[in-house]
């Protein structure tokens, strides 16, 4: 039981330790939002990526490390993307709302940490151990989400400063996605 626990409890402080750029962008657009959409588009690639990282281990070392930097790919295409939406909708005088898939891209491209370090949990770790990593994940997700919402709340006057952030996305989403390409296979590959 202790083990279990131990598990759990160690599973929601790597989550954790490894969204807290995640935690500080998601504040930055929930500040920004006048809606829960970015908490939305967090929570789904959080579980995702936990999601995944366990499919993944099932094949036991099937995958090769480096090939996870490659997801930096997703939002630096999603940030072209992107910036090339706000320009037609400068062009046409319109105002551009925060897009679901562009916030999934940059939570993606912030996640490949995540992806690896649980990758290796899942792998490392005796099936019967799953469901604490499962559940001390999805505590560190639940936790995290709250946060959001939370400071959300707190720095609702802030938004008319903060709204124009929402602009800047693209570029986050294109340099996020080029630190995760060329980073990405240093932080996760054993150099000897």
């Known amino acids: 039981m202790h083990e279990f626990v131990a598990t759990g409890i160690g599973a929601a402080m790597v989550h954790a330790a490894t969204n807290i750029d995640n935690l500080i962008v998601l504040i930055t657009l929930v500040l920004a939002s006048s809606r829960g959409t970015p908490v939305v588009a967090y929570a789904i690639v959080q579980a995702g990526v ?3 990282a366990w ?3 099932l094949l036991a070392g099937a995958v090769d490390p480096a090939w996870v930097g490659f997801i930096g790919l997703l939002p ?3 940030g072209l993307w992107q910036l090339a939406k706000q320009e037609r909708a400068e062009a046409e005088g319109r105002a551009l709302p925060a897009a679901m ?3 999934i891209g940059l939570f993606a491209a912030m996640s490949a940490d995540t992806f690896t370090v649980f990758l290796a949990l899942w792998s490392d770790t005796r099936q019967t151990l799953d469901p604490a990593i499962g559940m ?3 505590a560190s997700l639940a936790a995290l989400c709250v946060t959001g919402l939370f400071a959300a709340r707190l ?3 802030f938004q008319g400063r903060l709204g124009r952030i929402n602009r800047y996305t693209p570029f986050i989403m294109i340099a996020s996605g080029l630190y995760v ?3 990405t296979t240093t932080d ?3 150099t000897g």
């Open 136 to 138: 001390g994940a999805g």
């Open 101 to 103: 898939l562009g916030l």
């Open 55 to 57: 499919l993944v281990s």
């Open 50 to 52: 936990v999601i995944a």
């Open 188 to 190: 996760v590959t054993a």
């Open 181 to 183: 390409l060329l980073e």
């Open 76 to 78: 630096i295409g999603l």
């Open 155 to 157: 720095g609702r006057g």
